[in-house]
């Protein structure tokens, strides 16, 4: 938050954003300044715009539209793990999209005769006892976000995984390319491309 006050009072011509905390703490500092946001999860459920054909005021951007993937993820982990009946999802309750995540993955589960297990990981110092409570409940399967805090984090959640030998799903491919198993979801350089054009867009019309 901190910075984004800090970018703020700069007057900067716009502000970029990658994620829902940043993009959050944008959204808190300025009413006026452009933000282009990228790699949100939801910003109509998490109440950064009003919906996706008119977001109003001054946030505009791309969604990894992660929510509604959900059904698919946990369809392909069932058929990479046909016993596949208890799936562990790391969130992060200071993440204002995992809420969402959370109701649509409640949701999926049932018709594929899953079980959900909610792990909530909000700081650094959390990742151990979490996973080891995790693990307690023997889940079959692995799944979590693009979440910056989890991502920041992933070659330790990797490991972890490997170690214990639960595989995982993941949301971007660069988790696969670090060593995890399988991902399905949106290209983030793609996602960061397509920001790049709104911010020349409107840097072009803040000078015209």
């Known amino acids: 938050m901190a910075a984004a006050t800090e970018l703020a009072q700069l007057q900067v011509d716009v ?10 703490a944008a959204k808190q500092a300025t009413t006026t300044i452009p933000i282009v946001m ?11 715009v ?3 054909a008119h977001p109003g005021e001054n946030i505009i951007g791309n969604t990894i539209l992660g929510p509604e993937l959900a059904p ?7 058929l990479a793990v046909p016993t596949l009946s208890r799936v562990a999802f790391l969130w992060n309750p200071d993440n204002p999209s995992h809420a969402a995540y959370l109701n649509d993955w409640k949701a999926a589960a049932p018709a594929l005769g899953v079980e959900m297990l909610f792990v909530a990981v909000r700081s650094s110092d959390e990742f151990d006892s979490a996973f080891a409570a995790m693990m307690g409940e023997r889940p079959d399967a692995f799944t979590m976000t693009a979440d910056l805090l989890h991502q920041l984090h992933i070659g330790w959640i990797i490991d972890f995984l490997a170690r214990s030998r639960l595989p995982g799903m993941y ?11 399988m991902s399905y979801g949106a290209s983030l350089p793609d996602l960061f491309r397509r920001a790049a054009g709104y911010v020349h867009k409107i840097l072009l ?3 015209s």
């Open 15 to 24: 502000i970029v954003t990658f994620g829902s905390p940043a993009t959050q």
């Open 38 to 48: 990228s790699g949100i999860g939801d910003p109509v459920r998490a109440g950064f």
């Open 50 to 52: 009003a919906s996706l």
């Open 72 to 78: 698919k993820r946990l369809q392909l982990l069932k």
């Open 171 to 181: 949301q971007v491919k660069e988790n696969v390319i670090a060593g995890g198993l």
């Open 205 to 207: 019309l803040s000078r």
